[in-house]
Every structure is written in C-alpha cells, then in structure tokens.
C-alpha cells in the first residue's frame, strides 16, 4: 500500500511539473504574441480591408447601375435596410449641372485618396528658381497623387483633403488627366481650383467650395486605396458611387447587386407614370423619361 501511495504521488509530482512547464510555455508563447500584436499596432494598422475586385467585375456592377438617380439608389439603400447610410451631406454639390443630357451625373467605382493638413513649415518667400524647386520636391515627396495608376475606365475618384485648408488639390489639368485614364467622375469632401475651366471641360465633381492655394505648405498625402470619408459618409474602395443633382450616395459593394435591382423598378414606374404626364401635359420627351 505504501509502495503505491509513493507511486501515485511520483506521477502526481510529475504532472503536476508537466503543466507547470506547459503553462510556462504557453505563457511565453501568449506574451510573445502579446508583444507582436501590440508592435504591429504600435507601427500603425487598418482594421478595414480593401477587397480588390477585377475591371471585369466592376464593368457588370456598373452595368446594374447605369443611368440610376442619386434618389433611386436611396430608396434601394432603404430596401436593404441601409436608410441613411451611404448619404453624402448635401454640402457636396456638383459643380455644373446640364439639365438638358445630365451628363454631370455619373456612376463609377470609388479609388480613394486621403490628403490631411501639413505640419510642415510653409515654403517662405524665396528666389523664383528657389521656390520653384522647393514647390517641385513638395509635390514628388510630400503631396503626390500615387493613385493616378488605379485609375481605369469606370472609377469614381474620392478624396478626402484637408479641409480646413484653402487648398486647390483638385484642378483644370489634373482632373482632365485622370478622366483621360478612365475616371468618370470626382467627389471630394472639400476644394478644388480653375472652376471655370472645368466646367467647361465637362468633367464630373461634386466638392464643397473652392480653393485657390497650391499643395505646397497646404497639405500631404496620407494613404490611397484605404477607407475614406467624405461629407460624414464613409467610402471603401470598390463601393459603387452614384452622383447627379440631388448629391451623392454610397452604396457599399456588399449590397450592391441588391440596391441596384431595387432601384432599377424605382426608376422605371417613376419614368412611366411621368411619361404618361408628359403626354397628358403635351410636353416633349426628354432623356428623364426616355
């Protein structure tokens, strides 16, 4: 009996040490990852991801939303239970308006760009060579547009600037650029420069109010392609953006397919009761209601 007992308290001793080291294992390995995550937070992480989607898949979503209203798409966004999410506040305003084609309106797939206000000294006064250099060396290392290269045929360009800043981060050459590459339209959440020159150039933006300064001394590139937001709505790259008259709306591409089929019966009953209107009225078709 006594033999036993010792055996029995051996094996208890045993294992009791066996967990003791599993536990000073697993305690090491546990403050080991501890340490890494805290690290990996401590050099900066985004907790929302960017879902990359291909052209071919864009070009079909885009299909589901073409010639849709701003309003439209809202109802649809109810639809799925998403009522006043997505709304751009209505102090995002287009530009110019053509009531005649609506050609201010558009519908594209967001590319995002994030510009925050520099805590870098300005420039100062300097020679013209001087200052023109520094301007140079600001726009290649501090405020550049790295985007530019994800631009394709259908995105919807959205940038969040700085907005307190008086700040033309948005202009007549830049912006003829980027639809030469495929971008239908811009939404930006603060300013942009040469109104009048892209008013007449006819390229789609929905911003807030003008602005006349350069980026030099005004602004920094923060980071392209990540969540951002625009007139309280936050946008994810790959979201739908849908834009006319009535502002702009973001449809999360997740509901996508959904917001579109809904929206798509919205519009249609809405052309065909005003298509009967028009001809009781004797008023000559429009694109409205074409």
Same mark, same amino acid.
């Given at each position: 009996?006594?033999?036993?007992?010792?055996?029995?308290?051996?094996?208890?001793? &045993?294992?009791?040490?066996?967990?003791?080291?599993?536990?000073?294992?697993? #305690?090491?390995?546990?403050?080991?990852?501890?340490?890494?995550?805290?690290?990996?937070?401590?050099?900066?992480?985004?907790?929302?991801?960017?879902?990359?989607?291909?052209? %071919?898949?864009?070009?079909?979503?885009?299909?589901?939303?073409?010639?849709?209203?701003?309003?439209?798409?809202?109802?649809?966004?109810? &639809? $799925? +239970?998403?009522?006043? $999410? #997505?709304?751009?506040?209505?102090?995002?305003?287009? *530009?110019?308006?053509?009531?005649?084609?609506?050609?201010?309106?558009?519908?594209?797939?967001?590319?995002?760009?994030?510009?925050?206000?520099?805590?870098?000294?300005?420039?100062?006064?300097?020679?013209?060579? %001087?200052?023109?250099?520094?301007?140079?060396?600001?726009?290649?290392? *501090? &405020?550049?547009?790295?985007?530019?290269?994800?631009?394709?045929? +259908? =995105?919807?360009?959205?940038?969040?600037?700085? %907005?307190?800043?008086?700040?033309?981060?948005?202009?007549?050459?830049?912006?003829?650029?980027?639809?030469?590459?495929?971008?239908?339209?811009?939404?930006? #959440?603060?300013?942009?420069?040469? =109104?009048?020159?892209?008013?007449?150039?006819? $390229?789609?933006?929905?911003?807030?109010?003008?602005?006349?300064?350069?980026?030099?001394?005004?602004?920094?590139?923060?980071?392209?392609?990540?969540?951002?937001?625009?007139?309280?709505?936050?946008?994810?790259?790959?979201?739908?953006?849908?834009?006319?008259?009535?502002?702009?709306?973001?449809?999360?591409?997740?509901?996508?397919?959904? $917001?579109?089929?809904?929206?798509?019966?919205? *519009?249609? +009953?809405?052309?065909?009761?005003?298509?009967?209107?028009?001809?009781?009225?004797?008023?000559?078709?429009?694109?409205?209601?074409?």
């Amino acid at each position: 009996m006594a033999m036993q007992t010792r055996v029995i308290t051996r094996l208890a001793v &045993s294992g009791a040490l066996m967990l003791l080291g599993w536990q000073t294992t697993c #305690g090491a390995a546990y403050a080991q990852d501890k340490e890494a995550k805290v690290a990996d937070l401590r050099a900066g992480k985004s907790f929302i991801p960017t879902e990359v989607c291909s052209e %071919e898949d864009d070009r079909k979503l885009l299909q589901l939303f073409a010639g849709l209203r701003v309003s439209d798409v809202a109802d649809g966004m109810d &639809s $799925v +239970g998403l009522q006043n $999410v #997505g709304l751009v506040s209505p102090e995002i305003r287009p *530009l110019w308006r053509d009531t005649e084609h609506y050609i201010h309106r558009f519908v594209g797939i967001a590319v995002t760009a994030r510009y925050v206000p520099t805590n870098k000294p300005p420039i100062g006064r300097r020679e013209t060579a %001087e200052f023109d250099r520094r301007a140079g060396e600001w726009y290649q290392n *501090l &405020s550049p547009e790295p985007f530019v290269p994800l631009i394709r045929r +259908g =995105t919807a360009l959205v940038i969040e600037d700085a %907005e307190s800043a008086d700040v033309g981060t948005i202009g007549s050459n830049n912006i003829l650029g980027w639809k030469a590459r495929g971008c239908v339209g811009v939404v930006t #959440g603060a300013t942009a420069r040469d =109104t009048d020159e892209i008013t007449a150039q006819r $390229v789609p933006l929905y911003f807030k109010k003008p602005g006349r300064g350069i980026r030099p001394g005004r602004n920094e590139i923060e980071s392209v392609n990540r969540p951002v937001v625009v007139g309280g709505a936050l946008v994810v790259p790959g979201d739908v953006i849908v834009a006319d008259g009535d502002g702009v709306v973001v449809v999360p591409r997740r509901h996508a397919e959904a $917001v579109a089929r809904y929206a798509r019966a919205i *519009l249609e +009953g809405d052309k065909a009761g005003r298509r009967k209107l028009y001809q009781k009225l004797g008023l000559p078709a429009d694109d409205s209601v074409k």
